[in-house]
C-alpha cells in the first residue's frame, strides 16, 4: 500500500527565505498504513499543509484555520490561552446576566395619571467584576462593568387629570440592556473618604487627599 509524506526544504533567493513543500510516497504494509501527515511552517500555526492524492500523485495542499472573533474583554481575567490547534485565541467567558426588566404601571405626573397602564423597562442583572494581582504592573488589577441602557426611545402616553383636562407625556424607554466597563473606586479612596477627606489628584497625578471643612 502506498502512503504519501510531507517533507519540506528552505530556500533563500535575493536574501529573501521561503519553503518549498512535496510529497514523498513509500509502499507499506496494510497494517500500518496511516493518512498523510500534515505541518505547519514555523511560528504560522493557522496554516497547515497536507499531501492530498490527486489522479495518480501526491501533491501538497495548503489549508488556513479561520479563528472566531476573539476580544479579550470577553474574556475572564487571566484566563487567555491557544487552542490545541495552536492558533485560535480562547478562554472562558465572562457571566452576564444583564437584561431588561418590564412593569406594567400606571405613570402619574403633577396629580394627573395615564389613561392607561404602560410597560416601564429598566435594566437589571450582574456583570462580571473581577480583581487579580498583575504580574506586569507588579499590582492589583480591577475590571468593574455595571448594567445600564444601551439604547433607549422616547413614547409618548396620555394623561389624564382630576379636572378632566388631558395632555401628553413623553417618557424613555429602555430597547437595550448591556455591561458598561466603568472605573473601579480604589478602596484607599473608599476609606479615606469615610474618615472626610475628599481624593484630588496632583500635578504628577498621584491621588492626595483633603480633609473637608
Same mark, same amino acid.
Given at each position: 500500500?502506498?502512503?504519501?509524506?510531507?517533507?519540506?526544504?528552505?530556500?533563500?533567493?535575493?536574501?529573501? &527565505?521561503?519553503?518549498?513543500?512535496?510529497? +514523498?510516497?513509500? /509502499?507499506? @504494509?496494510?497494517?500500518?498504513?496511516?493518512?498523510?501527515? #500534515?505541518? %505547519?511552517?514555523?511560528?504560522?500555526?493557522?496554516?497547515?499543509?497536507?499531501?492530498?492524492?490527486?489522479?495518480?500523485?501526491?501533491?501538497?495542499?495548503?489549508?488556513?484555520?479561520?479563528?472566531?472573533?476573539?476580544?479579550?474583554?470577553?474574556?475572564?481575567?487571566?484566563?487567555?490561552?491557544?487552542?490545541?490547534?495552536?492558533?485560535?485565541?480562547?478562554?472562558?467567558?465572562?457571566?452576564?446576566?444583564?437584561?431588561?426588566?418590564?412593569?406594567?404601571?400606571?405613570?402619574?405626573?403633577?396629580?394627573?395619571?395615564?389613561?392607561?397602564?404602560?410597560?416601564?423597562? &429598566?435594566?437589571?442583572?450582574?456583570?462580571? +467584576?473581577?480583581? /487579580?494581582? @498583575?504580574?506586569?504592573?507588579?499590582?492589583?488589577?480591577? #475590571?468593574? %462593568?455595571?448594567?445600564?441602557?444601551?439604547?433607549?426611545?422616547?413614547?409618548?402616553?396620555?394623561?389624564?387629570?382630576?379636572?378632566?383636562?388631558?395632555?401628553?407625556?413623553?417618557?424613555?424607554?429602555?430597547?437595550?440592556?448591556?455591561?458598561?466597563?466603568?472605573?473601579?473606586?480604589?478602596?484607599?479612596?473608599?476609606?479615606?473618604?469615610?474618615?472626610?477627606?475628599?481624593?484630588?489628584?496632583?500635578?504628577?497625578?498621584?491621588?492626595?487627599?483633603?480633609?473637608?471643612?
Amino acid at each position: 500500500m502506498m502512503r504519501a509524506e510531507l517533507k519540506y526544504m528552505f530556500r533563500k533567493r535575493d536574501g529573501i &527565505s521561503n519553503v518549498k513543500f512535496y510529497c +514523498t510516497t513509500l /509502499m507499506t @504494509s496494510p497494517s500500518r498504513s496511516q493518512p498523510g501527515n #500534515t505541518w %505547519s511552517p514555523p511560528g504560522d500555526k493557522c496554516v497547515k499543509y497536507e499531501c492530498v492524492k490527486i489522479e495518480d500523485q501526491f501533491v501538497p495542499v495548503e489549508a488556513k484555520i479561520t479563528c472566531p472573533l476573539f476580544n479579550r474583554k470577553d474574556c475572564i481575567p487571566g484566563t487567555e490561552t491557544i487552542a490545541p490547534d495552536g492558533c485560535c485565541h480562547v478562554c472562558p467567558l465572562i457571566p452576564r446576566n444583564c437584561n431588561i426588566k418590564t412593569n406594567t404601571t400606571y405613570i402619574t405626573n403633577n396629580g394627573c395619571q395615564s389613561s392607561k397602564p404602560v410597560d416601564i423597562t &429598566s435594566c437589571g442583572g450582574s456583570c462580571g +467584576t473581577y480583581s /487579580m494581582y @498583575s504580574v506586569e504592573a507588579n499590582a492589583m488589577d480591577h #475590571t468593574c %462593568s455595571c448594567c445600564q441602557e444601551m439604547d433607549t426611545t422616547q413614547k409618548q402616553v396620555q394623561m389624564v387629570c382630576p379636572d378632566g383636562t388631558t395632555f401628553s407625556h413623553s417618557y424613555t424607554y429602555v430597547e437595550k440592556c448591556g455591561c458598561k466597563e466603568i472605573e473601579c473606586e480604589d478602596r484607599d479612596t473608599q476609606q479615606s473618604t469615610s474618615k472626610g477627606q475628599e481624593p484630588s489628584k496632583s500635578s504628577k497625578g498621584r491621588k492626595v487627599y483633603r480633609r473637608r471643612r
